[in-house]
């Protein structure tokens, strides 16, 4: 199993790390060249989406992911990854892939006090420790989307699954517990 890290920009050293740990590859994709579909799976990590939204247009990877979301590759956006994932940003006109039935609310604790930590359920997992770090909440689910709620802290959406994407408000790549990654790798498993 190979993954592609997304490595534009943000924090794509701790997933490495994680994979690294569960024993799985992966490659980091910064450029066109990089990118191929003979990845199993795709992780978007956590950062400044601004930013790596203009490198993902820059460097001519914004529509080969998003056809390789469409055609049902498995992907994993973690903070920034899942405002790169949604259809609607209910505080931003611009979105990016466009591929999850959400609508994200960035920097939705306010810029300087939305990082924080709590143990929160994740899915059926019991609970897991999340970090937050400038977060997005998702706001709302789109209707008749089959978005499938993972997670949610203060009554507000930090974790969601719809068919092969999983994105999280919070990072799991910044505490010890491997859990969310390793639904992650569950799912391309079950994808194969
Ligand atoms: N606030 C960032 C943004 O809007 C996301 C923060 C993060 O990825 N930790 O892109």
């Not at 795709?42 to 055609?71: A, H, N, Y």
């Not at 059926?124 to 400038?134: E, S, Y």
Request: net charge negative; glycine share 10%; hydrophobic share 45%.
């Amino acid at each position: 199993m190979k993954i592609g890290v997304f490595a534009l920009q943000g924090a794509f050293v701790e997933h490495e790390q994680m994979l690294e740990r569960l024993g799985a590859e992966w490659v980091e994709i910064r450029r066109r060249a990089d990118f191929s579909d003979c990845f199993d799976g795709v992780i978007l990590p956590g950062g400044e989406s601004t930013v790596q939204g203009k490198l993902l247009c820059e460097e001519g990877l914004l529509e080969p992911l998003k056809s390789v979301i469409e055609g049902g590759m498995p992907v994993f956006g973690t903070c920034a990854g899942l405002i790169l994932l949604a259809k609607e940003l209910s505080n931003d006109p611009n979105t990016y892939l466009g591929t999850m039935s959400v609508s994200v609310r960035r920097n939705a604790y306010g810029r300087q006090l939305g990082s924080f930590r709590c143990n929160e359920p994740f899915a059926d997992m019991g609970t897991i420790p999340m970090v937050f770090i400038r977060a997005p909440f998702i706001e709302s689910v789109l209707p008749q989307s089959g978005v499938q709620i993972l997670a949610k802290v203060n009554g507000n959406i930090v974790a969601a699954r719809e068919k092969n994407m999983l994105a999280t408000a919070f990072h799991p790549e910044l505490t010890e517990d491997l859990r969310v990654h390793q639904y992650f790798l569950s799912m391309i498993k079950a994808h194969e």
